[in-house]
Structure formats: structure tokens, C-alpha cells
């Protein structure tokens, strides 16, 4: 989800890292306050005051956010998920959870925790802006902070998956059918739903004369719409997949190379006689590497006739070899993480068999064709 993403330090042993998108919103936030907001409220001040209050308000928000992700981060350790940091993006802030809560309840817990805490920070920045003298500069930025706080818990509590309200929901919907899925379906709905009317809305609001704030609601609302079903799609491959292990979703025996054949005898031989361009080179029994197309066009044609597999091949890395036992969700996590389209089997250094992205996928296509609550053989 984040290509770009920076780690600034750890808190209560999560790693804080900060994509590069929120470089763009933290601008604007700094921009819009030092131009337009502040100058309102604190008519008299010079540019430069403007600006440092800008920045302070910016990195009050920032604070705000990584506590609010830090409260749904802090209630799933306690439910026993893994959580794979705090990351603050264009759109605001996310809690990585590296598993899906395990019941109702959790869900519930986690994803309130967050609204909780901006109401909390909303509650005593408010009250910190009354003790200081709202009028003053330091009041107005308390003020400031209160408010943004508020915004942020209430928004979050929209009905509309995948935000906090949307999880909320999922667990009441999940609490009254036992149907974790089905619960997602109905809440990544809702989601489709509020971003269909977020985008509207904001096209609407540009088309009248809104300016940046009409784009902003679409590109809110597309944001929304992308997560509701990404997160729902994720959820119904890994309820494909679930119960199934790598050796009976694999290729078994699949097409090799040795080490001493050239190029031109795998490409006749091996690819173009059994329609693959992929093959583990083998050795005695023992997988050695792997060479596939692109790394084949990467020699001269004409000097095919001359190169062994041994000279061009990839070797191999851990990350290319998987077992056998393997479950098939780990599998597909390990193919969503790295470069690789395509998995090694084996036990030790013994060939098994070759999986890839479009054996899950092919298998995931066909639970969904025979419906939900399809038995599942052993793995």
C-alpha cells in the first residue's frame, strides 16, 4: 500500500513512518492556514508568524493522528493482532494490521478505539484553548487542534467500511449472523456507498464553484470506494484459500531445465514445445535456479545457439523456494510482497512442483463459482 514510506522513530514498539504523500497534505495544511485561516482570526501578524504557527498547527495534527492510530494499534496487541506499523498518508494515518480480528468483539474495540482518542484530544484541546484565552495565538491553535479533532473523530464514525464506522459496524453486522464475510459484504456496501455520494457530492461542489474542496471530497471518495472493496476482495481470497496447502493448489512435475543446455534447446525443447516461459533449472535431482523469457531476451538471439542455462540462469533465494506444507494464504502473501509471479516447491533442494499467482487465483475463481460453504478436502 505504500511504496514511499519513511520511518521517523518507534512509539510503545511500533515503528511511525510517513509516506511520501503526506508530504502534499501536510503543504496544504501549512499553506491554506498561513494564507487564509490565520490571517482571520489573528489579523496583524507578519508572514513569518503566520507560517511558524502553520507548521505548529501541522505537526499538531500529525500528533493527533499517529495517537489516533496509535489507540486502534495499542487495543489490537492487547487482542493478540500483529501490527506492522503506523503509517501517515495522503488521506490521513493507518493502523497496519497484519491479521484480521479474530471476533466481533475485537473488531468492535479496535476500531472504536481511534474515534475515542480524537474525542479525548478534541475534549482537552478544547479545554486547554479555554484556559489559555481562546483569543490569544496560543488559544487559537488549541482551538484549531480541537476542532480538527473533532472533524476527524466524527468522520471516521461514518457508517462506511473501511473506516472506523464502517468496522464498527461490520461488527455488529458480524455479532447478530456469525458470518464474519457476509458482515463485510454489507459494510464495504455501505463504504460504496458514502464514496459514490463523497464523489458526487465533490464533483458537484467543483462544478459550482467549490474549488479545491469539490476535488478534494472526489478524491476522498474515490480513496474510500478503492479501500471498501480492496479490503473485501482480500477477505474473500483468503476465505478461498483457507484450509488448502501449496502441494494441492501447485503444478506438480513441472517442465526443467538442466544446467548444460543452451538457450536454443530450452526454447525449442522445453518453452515452445510445451507452451511455458518458465523452468527451475535442475541438477541431479536438486533445484538449482530458474530462467524464464525476459531473462532469455536479455542475450543476443543469435548467440543462443552457444549459452548454457548455467550462464543465464537466476539463482536461487529463500524467497524463491517455498514447501510443500506451506498454506496457501501464506503463499499468496509471499507472491502480493515480492517481485516473484512464481513460487519454487520443494523440500529442501528437491523439486515438487512450481505454484503461481494464477493457480490461487484459478482456484479462488472456482470456490466463488460453486458458492460459499463448499466443503473443503483435508489439507
Not at 502553520?54 to 501490527?83: K, P, Q
Not at 506438480?252 to 523452468?279: G, I, K, N, Q
Amino acid at each position: 500500500m505504500f511504496g514511499h514510506s519513511v520511518k521517523l522513530f518507534d512509539l510503545f514498539g511500533f515503528e511511525i513512518k510517513v509516506d511520501a504523500s503526506w508530504l502534499l497534505i501536510a503543504a496544504l495544511i501549512v499553506w491554506s492556514l498561513a494564507s487564509g485561516y490565520l490571517p482571520q482570526v489573528l489579523p496583524g501578524l507578519g508572514p513569518g508568524a503566520y507560517l511558524a504557527l502553520a507548521i505548529a498547527a501541522m505537526l499538531g495534527l500529525f500528533g493527533s493522528l499517529i495517537l489516533h492510530e496509535l489507540a486502534h494499534s495499542l487495543v489490537a496487541r492487547r487482542y493478540g493482532l500483529g501490527i506492522g506499523g503506523i503509517t501517515l498518508f495522503l488521506f490521513g494515518g493507518v493502523a497496519e494490521l497484519l491479521d484480521e480480528p479474530k471476533s466481533a468483539g475485537s473488531e468492535f474495540w479496535i476500531a472504536i478505539a481511534g474515534p475515542v482518542m480524537s474525542f479525548v484530544l478534541a475534549a482537552l484541546f478544547g479545554l486547554a484553548a479555554m484556559a489559555t484565552g481562546a483569543e490569544g495565538i496560543v488559544g487559537t491553535i488549541l482551538a484549531y487542534l480541537a476542532s480538527i479533532n473533532l472533524v476527524l473523530a466524527v468522520f471516521n464514525l461514518l457508517p462506511a467500511f473501511p473506516l472506523d464506522g464502517g468496522r464498527v459496524l461490520r461488527a455488529w453486522l458480524w455479532h447478530r449472523s456469525g458470518d464474519m464475510l457476509g458482515a463485510t459484504r454489507k459494510a464495504s456496501g455501505a463504504g460504496t456507498v458514502l464514496a459514490l455520494g463523497l464523489m458526487g457530492l465533490g464533483l458537484f461542489s467543483a462544478l459550482s464553484g467549490g474549488g479545491i474542496g469539490g476535488v478534494w471530497l472526489v478524491l476522498i471518495g474515490f480513496f474510500v470506494l478503492n479501500a471498501s472493496r480492496g479490503t473485501y476482495q482480500r477477505l474473500l481470497m483468503q476465505d478461498g484459500l483457507r484450509g488448502r496447502r501449496v502441494a494441492e493448489l501447485m503444478t506438480p512435475d513441472p517442465w526443467t531445465a538442466t544446467p548444460e543446455m543452451t538457450l536454443a534447446e530450452l526454447a525449442d525443447r522445453v518453452m515452445l514445445a510445451h507452451a511455458v516461459s518458465f523452468a527451475p533449472v535442475v541438477d541431479a535431482g536438486n533445484v538449482i535456479g530458474q530462467i524464464d523469457a525476459a531473462r532469455m531476451r536479455e542475450v543476443a538471439r543469435e548467440d543462443w545457439a552457444t549459452t548454457r542455462v548455467a550462464e543465464t540462469m537466476a539463482p536461487l533465494t529463500d524467497a524463491d523456494l517455498i514447501a510443500p506444507r506451506m498454506t496457501a494464504e501464506e503463499a499468496l502473501q509471499r507472491l502480493s510482497d515480492g517481485p516473484q509471479r512464481k513460487l519454487i516447491v520443494a523440500e529442501g533442494r528437491r523439486l515438487r512442483g512450481i505454484l503461481s499467482l494464477r493457480d490461487l487465483m484459478g482456484h479462488i475463481a472456482v470456490v466463488q463459482a460453486l458458492g460459499r460453504g463448499t466443503p473443503n478436502r483435508p489439507g
